[in-house]
């Protein structure tokens, strides 16, 4: 069965640097499309990034050059490196397979990060 | 960036009634070299992350019921809920994966009416 378990979530205060992480199991992180999805409070979706198989990398223009997505081969973990967080980073940040279709399959339970002071 | 948009924002259903949901693409997401639409439709309940409902724009996800169908081609999408179920009620996103960045429409609020 395939699973992602997200952790790393919190308060922290602008200015600050959060990393988030997203355990696979079930399938193996590497040989996938992984991305990052976050949805502020009361609001929709919004992409936020992508790690292809190749190992290549993209990122929304709200967060190039702060956020950098990575993975853990030997860990099967996706993880979300934030700096220099903002207040309007305020999201539930959930991390998501894209499957042989390209639409996501599988989600991760979200994690809450707040940015505040 | 390609800018999905969804009307109505919000809709009003009855138990059994008929639930429209469109979706637009600022540019196609019809690829020449398969012919399939690059488009996702997700169903988010509260407190729960999206669910896949249907892909490639009208293949529908093993497990979700049949009252649940898309359509629509290019630039112009519809999901529709042939006979709506108390359960259904949710927000509902369209999303483009033919390119990158990926980008979700605005979300449509269903509720029972």
């Known amino acids: 069965e395939v699973q992602l378990v997200q952790s790393g979530g919190g308060l922290v205060q602008p200015g600050g640097s959060l990393r988030l992480s997203c355990a696979a199991s079930?399938?193996?992180?590497?040989?996938?499309?992984m991305s990052w999805v976050r949805q502020a409070p009361g609001k929709g979706l919004e992409w936020v990034s992508i790690?292809?198989?190749?190992?290549?990398?993209y990122y929304a223009d709200s967060v190039k050059g702060r956020f950098t997505i990575s993975r853990d081969n030997s860990k099967n973990t996706l993880y979300l490196q934030m700096n220099s967080l903002r207040v309007e980073d305020t999201a539930v940040y959930y991390c998501?397979?894209?499957?042989?279709?390209?639409?996501?399959?599988?989600w991760g339970q979200g994690t809450l990060v707040t940015v505040s002071s | 960036d390609f800018v999905m948009t969804q009307s109505p924002d919000s809709l009003a259903v009855s138990l059994g009634e008929r639930a429209t949901i469109n979706c637009k693409s600022s540019?196609?997401?019809?690829?020449?070299?398969?012919?399939?639409?690059?488009l996702t439709w997700y169903q988010q309940k509260p407190g729960q992350p999206p669910k896949l409902l249907i892909y490639?724009?009208?293949t529908r996800e093993s497990g979700v019921p049949d009252r649940f169908s898309g359509s629509g081609s290019g630039t112009d999408f519809t999901l529709t809920i042939s006979s709506l179920q108390a359960e259904d009620v949710a927000v509902y996103y369209c999303?483009?994966?033919?390119?990158?960045?990926?980008?979700f429409g605005q979300g449509t609020k269903l509720e029972i009416k």
């Open positions: 490639w724009a009208s």
């Open positions: 790690i292809y198989n190749s190992g290549g990398t």
């Open positions: 999303q483009q994966y033919y390119t990158t960045p990926r980008t």
């Open positions: 540019q196609s997401v019809l690829s020449r070299s398969n012919n399939k639409n690059y």
């Open positions: 998501a397979r894209e499957g042989a279709s390209g639409s996501y399959v599988n």
């Open positions: 079930g399938f193996t992180v590497s040989t996938n499309y």
